[in-house]
């Protein structure tokens, strides 16, 4: 097999009581549907609904009463998680621990389960580190889907501005979470003005999260009456269209 790592992913692995009711209080999304078959994506927002940190939740196959889960999250922001992680855990018997496994991914079918954003993202599971792979990024962003610090932002981006909705990364069904009243209000009122978008390189302004002079493209936060030359894959091109006709 090729190399599958992604290298600029972490592990943190909260176990204890009541892992999964200290969690959904916390994040986006519906902690109790996360099975080893089903990963989640998800959030922690600020209280005003703006994004903090994104990952993927999985439950940890190891553990023996199916409480404990791995939180699948950019390596540079894995130690500002935990710490924002601890300040919520106050009393509560819950551990917040690295991991010792890795990411792993491919394009391919074989090996783990669909990404959880998006099926043409490929195939994800966790194991043992080894070789780092090739091609996630480029192929990511091809897709138009965004993700980390540096194309989210920190405190910057309102949950559903991050395309959140359409990657599968919030429940609106779960009940209070931090964040959860403005991103209710934004779904509810279909008031999704502006998206984080992939675009052709081009002179950076403003609107600019990072650059990726290498593959040719850059992330931006554009209204969405001003997207531009922006990707327009499928998923976004129904949900704007959905968001038009509401």
Not at 23 to 33: F, K, N, P, R, Y
Not at 81 to 97: D, G, K
Not at 120 to 133: F, M, Q, V
Not at 209 to 234: H, K, N, Q, S
Request: hydrophobic share 40%; proline share 4%; charged share 25%.
């Amino acid at each position: 097999m090729t190399a599958t790592m992604l290298a600029d992913r972490s592990l943190l692995r909260l176990s204890g009581d009541d892992v999964r009711g200290f969690l959904q209080g916390l994040v986006t999304q519906d902690t109790a549907s996360i099975t080893p078959a089903t990963p989640r994506y998800g959030g922690l927002l600020t209280p005003q609904g703006k994004a903090l940190f994104d990952f993927i939740l999985w439950a940890d196959e190891a553990e023996p009463t199916g409480n404990a889960v791995l939180i699948d999250c950019e390596a540079s922001a894995a130690d500002a998680l935990a710490r924002r992680l601890t300040l919520y855990r106050l009393r509560r018997a819950v551990t917040i621990e690295r991991s010792d496994l890795a990411v792993h991914w491919s394009r391919e079918a074989g090996t783990g389960l669909p990404d959880p954003r998006l099926g043409e993202l490929g195939y994800r599971w966790l194991g043992a580190a080894g070789d780092p792979a090739n091609g996630w990024h480029a192929h990511r962003l091809s897709l138009g889907v965004t993700e980390g610090a540096a194309e989210l932002g920190t405190d910057q981006t309102l949950w559903l501005e991050t395309n959140a909705r359409e990657l599968n990364g919030v429940s609106f069904t779960k009940g209070c979470y931090v964040g959860q009243e403005n991103t209710a209000r934004m779904h509810h009122r279909a008031k999704v003005n502006r998206r984080l978008v992939v675009a052709p390189l081009g002179e950076a302004g403003d609107r600019t999260r990072t650059t990726y002079p290498e593959l040719g493209v850059m992330v931006e936060l554009r209204r969405v009456e001003a997207l531009g030359d922006a990707l327009m894959p499928d998923w976004l091109a129904t949900a704007l269209k959905h968001d038009e006709n509401a």
